[in-house]
């Protein structure tokens, strides 16, 4: 094991900790700071680690946040269905070829997931 491995091993992937703290937020009935998060998530982080988490959700459009004190509280813009979404369109932004891109993905669809695409293209709200 290297000096690396040994000194971040216990580290959890960026993703795990956005995810952590964005089920935060959505439990909240309120915007909560940094600190607040911090003692939900009762996992030992540092503040500013949490606090930078929080920033970097912000940056990504996922949270939106007011002043509060000298800090900020942060509340989520949406629920998991839509930041899911967000992040399909930020993908096909991405890209440069549309088109190709989404028949890749809807030839990707179970037959199940298929269906419910094109009811929702049809304008069936309901599926």
């Known amino acids: 094991m290297n000096a690396m491995t040994e000194q971040h091993g216990d580290r959890r992937p960026a993703g795990e900790l956005e995810a952590s703290v964005l089920a935060a937020l959505w439990a909240a009935d309120r915007p909560l700071t940094p600190g607040e998060v911090r003692k939900?998530?009762?996992?030992?982080?540092?503040?500013?680690?949490v606090t930078t988490i929080l920033t970097r959700l912000h940056e990504k459009g996922m949270v939106g946040r007011t002043r509060q004190g000298r800090g900020y509280a942060y509340t989520p813009?949406?629920?998991?269905?839509?930041?899911?979404a967000r992040r399909m369109h930020a993908e096909l932004e991405r890209g440069e070829d549309h088109g190709s891109?989404?028949?890749?993905?809807?030839s990707d669809l179970s037959p199940e997931d298929e269906r419910t695409l094109r009811?929702?293209?049809?304008?069936?709200?309901?599926?």
């Open 119 to 127: 009811a929702l293209l049809d304008g069936d709200q309901e599926t």
């Open 77 to 84: 813009v949406a629920d998991t269905s839509g930041l899911r």
């Open 40 to 49: 939900i998530l009762a996992t030992g982080l540092a503040r500013t680690t």
């Open 101 to 106: 891109i989404l028949a890749r993905f809807i």
